[in-house]
């Protein structure tokens, strides 16, 4: 996440647009306890610019942490 996004503590979610506070540049931000991969956290800075609030970051990590059904070619 950019420097940018980390001073704005009154952010929009680049993900939904919603309002949210991000607390990271206090040093305490709720996401900090959420357990992302480092392939997770590299995917989510391609996708966006910026802090995602903490209801996409969970929506995100538990789309990436569940299993995929099977493809079906047929």
Same mark, same amino acid.
């Given at each position: 996440?950019? @420097? *940018?996004? +980390?001073? @704005?503590?009154?952010?929009?979610?680049? %993900?939904?647009?919603?309002?949210? $506070? =991000?607390?990271?540049?206090?040093? +305490?931000? @709720? =996401?900090? @306890?959420?357990?992302?991969?480092?392939?997770? +956290?590299?995917?989510?800075? +391609?996708?966006?610019?910026? =802090?995602?609030?903490?209801?996409?970051?969970? *929506?995100?990590?538990?789309?990436?942490?569940?299993?995929?059904?099977?493809? $079906? %070619?047929?």
């Amino acid at each position: 996440m950019s @420097d *940018e996004a +980390r001073t @704005d503590v009154n952010s929009r979610c680049p %993900r939904c647009g919603g309002g949210f $506070h =991000c607390g990271a540049a206090g040093a +305490r931000c @709720d =996401c900090f @306890d959420l357990k992302l991969s480092d392939a997770q +956290r590299q995917q989510l800075s +391609r996708d966006y610019s910026g =802090c995602l609030c903490l209801n996409c970051l969970r *929506e995100l990590q538990q789309q990436t942490l569940a299993p995929r059904a099977p493809v $079906h %070619r047929g």
